[in-house]
């Protein structure tokens, strides 16, 4: 079975970079993606890295994937207050086309 | 930008009775999803839904769920007899294909006593 794997839990400072951490076992997933969810929402894409891809940069996001190792990462740069939330890892395994979501680490911004 | 919508967003029901989640899609989208999210656990896959009929389903999704494509815009969940373990967030989302990104909804809060 496929299992997404997360650390539960992430506090920086205001100001720091975020790295937040996800091994995933498909090695067939095509697409690799990160959703943060806010307190009480639902789920909001923020980004997602296609398999052939290294590295993907959006503004302050930065998305690195090592396929050899299965290791997804997402960096956050200059994170801010409103970036505390709880973020998903999540991937598509090879055999259907459902989501598989880790369980998500929540990210605590202190001042 | 387009956005899935649910209703309601907080249910209350009481154990045995039946509840009927709601969701409109975004409206060019064809692959429709249900998950939902216990407490502070994963999200987890109820059912996948395509071309009017069901294409996948988790463990999870048993008898006591349905899913309904009623008319070309709302997609809805029932629980024929809830259960307390039921309780959780119920997410909707929708995708233009196969393997695109999921857009998920709010959530409706289901709370059964």
């Known amino acids: 079975g496929e299992d997404v794997e997360q650390s539960l839990f992430l506090s920086v400072r205001e100001g720091d970079s975020s790295v937040i951490n996800c091994t995933y076992t498909?090695?067939?997933?095509?697409?690799l993606y990160w959703y943060k969810q806010e307190p009480g929402a639902g789920l909001q894409l923020l980004t997602y890295i296609f398999s052939n891809m290294d590295m993907k940069q959006d503004q302050r996001l930065t998305v690195l994937l090592n396929k050899k190792d299965k290791h997804l990462s997402l960096r956050i740069a200059d994170t801010q207050t409103g970036d505390s939330a709880i973020y998903f890892c999540a991937e598509i395994p090879s055999y259907g086309q459902n989501f598989v979501f880790g369980p998500g680490t929540r990210l605590s911004v202190l001042p | 930008e387009p956005e899935v919508t649910q209703t309601p967003s907080h249910q209350v029901t009481q154990m045995g009775q039946e509840v009927i989640l709601r969701c409109v899609p975004i409206?060019?989208?064809?692959?429709f999803y249900w998950y939902r999210q216990i407490l502070g656990q994963k999200v987890e896959f109820l059912v996948s839904f395509y071309n009017n009929e069901i294409s996948e389903k988790s463990e999870i999704f048993d008898d006591q769920f349905s899913v309904e494509r009623p008319d070309g815009s709302n997609f809805t969940l029932k629980i024929r007899s809830t259960k307390l373990e039921d309780s959780a967030m119920y997410f909707c989302?929708?995708?233009?294909?196969?393997?695109?990104?999921?857009?998920f909804g709010n959530g409706t809060r289901l709370t059964v006593t």
């Open positions: 409206s060019n989208h064809l692959y």
């Open positions: 498909d090695s067939s997933s095509t697409y």
């Open positions: 989302a929708s995708s233009d294909d196969a393997g695109s990104p999921l857009h």
